[in-house]
């Protein structure tokens, strides 16, 4: 088999986090069995997933961790009719009311509806050696083998009751992952969990848009301010399409008829998207989504953990979606989960736990918790390193959108190609400092 070690690995969930898992793992087992509760008979939305028809990034490091995983994912993305820009000359970023000055980063972005992402990338998982997906199959419960360990899941499909063994178990089912109902039933705690609310409601449509309203561009982001939270990720996607969505914070709930869309999209730090939308025909009708609060599951903090059992993905952290980080998140998640199955042996709980909240987690939870609180109606503590921090980065966009290399270092940040702490680096400063004066 390859050289793999001959194990067997089982992941709960086939959304994008599980089929990374699964590719991942794939690598490092001789089989893997993907579980998942939604029937995968069709590629469009699922009803596990509500979210599905709401606009999705994944952002410069998530393409490149697909990439290597999945490699030609981008070439057939494009062969479905998704474009293909860079993340800075292609895709428009207006930022605190600015455009970012326009840059080549190098770093692809390839807008898509979700269901043709996934479906794709689940057609390439599925072809992996040694990996089977089970649909409309759950996960009830955990099997508990010798010291404790985790030796597999009972699974409840529509005609029966299994018990599935494996050496690891993966949860990547998402938000609502039953995890820490499995772990009590095993002895267990649950873990901590801390919840921001932050109340953001979405409404998504597709429309079709005159070619030349995008000037080129694959897509536009126009980002809420504190003084208009409200904001729209705008981008070409497959079939000719355009795909809208705008989003209001703070429980402002968008309209969902194309008159009042078209309004909401005017009220907008920026008009960049309302003049797309002013000349463009709806050819969908309008869904809604609604996201209440950031959710951190505390994981790393357990000082007791089954062997056996890994959770990533959204079933660890779940936050505001206007970023765009959560797809990209649990790909970081999944890159260092194949680090800590590299070696064959069994991987350590605790210290994967440790590894995923430095590593991926505390970062992404972090620039969310201290952005969101830049908005007056969210609750929270704004310290002075809080306020601090608002001040900083509303100085660094306004450089960024005079200054190319600054827009540069903006535009990895944002898509997690460096950590955000990067843009305090003397480089960043020096620049932010040309064009404001002293930090």
Same mark, same amino acid.
């Given at each position: 088999?390859?050289?793999?070690?001959?194990?067997?690995?089982?992941?709960?969930?086939?959304?994008?986090?599980?089929?990374?898992?699964?590719?991942?793992?794939?690598?490092?087992?001789?089989?893997?069995?993907?579980?998942?509760?939604?029937?995968?008979?069709?590629?469009?939305?699922?009803?596990?997933?509500?979210?599905?028809?709401?606009?999705?990034?994944?952002?410069?490091? =998530?393409?490149?961790?697909?990439?290597?995983?999945?490699?030609?994912?981008?070439?057939?993305?494009?062969?479905?009719?998704?474009?293909?820009?860079?993340?800075?000359?292609?895709?428009?970023?207006?930022?605190?009311?600015?455009?970012?000055?326009?840059?080549?980063?190098?770093?692809?972005?390839?807008?898509?509806?979700?269901?043709?992402?996934?479906?794709?990338?689940?057609?390439?998982?599925?072809?992996?050696?040694?990996?089977?997906?089970?649909? =409309?199959?759950?996960?009830?419960?955990?099997?508990?083998?010798?010291?404790?360990?985790?030796?597999?899941?009972?699974?409840?499909?529509?005609?029966?009751?299994?018990?599935?063994?494996?050496?690891?178990?993966?949860?990547?089912?998402?938000?609502?992952?039953?995890?820490?109902?499995?772990?009590?039933?095993?002895?267990?705690?649950?873990?901590?969990?801390?919840?921001?609310?932050?109340?953001?409601?979405?409404?998504?449509?597709?429309?079709?848009?005159?070619?030349?309203?995008?000037?080129?561009?694959?897509?536009?982001?126009?980002?809420?301010?504190?003084?208009?939270?409200?904001?729209?990720?705008?981008?070409?996607?497959?079939?000719?399409?355009?795909?809208?969505?705008?989003?209001?914070?703070?429980?402002?709930?968008?309209?969902?008829?194309?008159?009042?869309?078209?309004?909401?999209?005017?009220?907008?730090?920026?008009?960049?998207?309302?003049?797309?939308?002013?000349?463009?025909?709806?050819?969908?009708?309008?869904?809604?989504? =609604?996201?209440?609060?950031?959710?951190?599951?505390?994981?790393?903090?357990?000082?007791?953990?089954?062997?056996?059992?890994?959770?990533?993905?959204?079933?660890?952290?779940?936050?505001?979606?206007?970023?765009?980080?959560?797809?990209?998140?649990?790909?970081?998640?999944?890159?260092?989960?194949?680090?800590?199955?590299?070696?064959?042996?069994?991987?350590?709980?605790?210290?994967?736990?440790?590894?995923?909240?430095?590593?991926?987690?505390?970062?992404?939870?972090?620039?969310?918790?201290?952005?969101?609180?830049?908005?007056?109606?969210?609750?929270?503590?704004?310290?002075?390193?809080?306020?601090?921090?608002?001040?900083?980065?509303?100085?660094?966009?306004?450089?960024?959108?005079?200054?190319?290399?600054?827009?540069?270092?903006?535009?990895?940040?944002?898509?997690?190609?460096?950590?955000?702490?990067?843009?305090?680096?003397?480089?960043?400063?020096?620049?932010?400092?040309?064009?404001?004066?002293?930090?």
């Amino acid at each position: 088999m390859g050289g793999r070690p001959a194990r067997h690995i089982v992941v709960v969930g086939a959304g994008i986090a599980g089929l990374l898992t699964a590719a991942a793992a794939a690598r490092h087992a001789e089989r893997v069995t993907v579980v998942e509760r939604d029937s995968l008979a069709e590629n469009g939305p699922r009803r596990g997933s509500p979210q599905d028809r709401q606009a999705h990034d994944l952002l410069a490091r =998530g393409h490149q961790i697909v990439e290597t995983l999945l490699p030609g994912t981008a070439n057939r993305l494009v062969a479905a009719g998704a474009p293909l820009g860079d993340a800075g000359a292609q895709a428009r970023w207006i930022i605190n009311g600015r455009t970012l000055r326009r840059v080549h980063t190098g770093m692809n972005v390839a807008p898509a509806t979700r269901p043709l992402r996934e479906s794709l990338i689940r057609e390439q998982v599925r072809a992996l050696p040694g990996v089977t997906v089970l649909d =409309g199959t759950s996960v009830v419960s955990l099997v508990s083998g010798p010291d404790r360990r985790v030796a597999g899941a009972v699974c409840q499909s529509r005609s029966q009751e299994r018990v599935i063994r494996a050496d690891l178990v993966v949860d990547a089912s998402g938000r609502a992952s039953r995890a820490g109902v499995w772990l009590r039933e095993l002895g267990y705690a649950r873990p901590e969990e801390e919840k921001r609310r932050i109340d953001v409601n979405y409404v998504t449509c597709l429309y079709r848009a005159p070619e030349e309203a995008f000037d080129g561009d694959v897509s536009i982001n126009v980002m809420a301010t504190p003084e208009v939270p409200r904001g729209s990720s705008c981008q070409r996607v497959e079939g000719g399409n355009t795909l809208l969505t705008v989003y209001g914070l703070l429980n402002d709930r968008p309209p969902t008829d194309p008159a009042g869309l078209l309004d909401f999209t005017k009220s907008l730090p920026a008009d960049d998207v309302y003049r797309v939308i002013e000349g463009s025909t709806p050819v969908s009708e309008a869904t809604r989504y =609604g996201f209440p609060a950031n959710l951190r599951r505390r994981y790393e903090l357990m000082e007791d953990f089954p062997r056996g059992f890994l959770v990533l993905g959204d079933s660890v952290c779940s936050t505001n979606p206007r970023y765009g980080q959560g797809m990209t998140a649990a790909a970081m998640g999944v890159e260092l989960l194949s680090e800590h199955l590299e070696d064959g042996t069994d991987p350590d709980p605790r210290g994967f736990f440790r590894d995923l909240a430095t590593r991926v987690v505390d970062g992404v939870w972090n620039t969310t918790v201290v952005t969101d609180l830049s908005y007056p109606g969210v609750e929270g503590e704004r310290t002075d390193d809080v306020l601090w921090m608002h001040e900083f980065f509303r100085r660094v966009i306004d450089a960024a959108a005079e200054d190319p290399d600054v827009a540069l270092e903006v535009i990895r940040a944002c898509g997690l190609v460096v950590p955000f702490e990067s843009l305090a680096e003397p480089a960043v400063m020096a620049a932010v400092e040309r064009h404001g004066g002293p930090v």
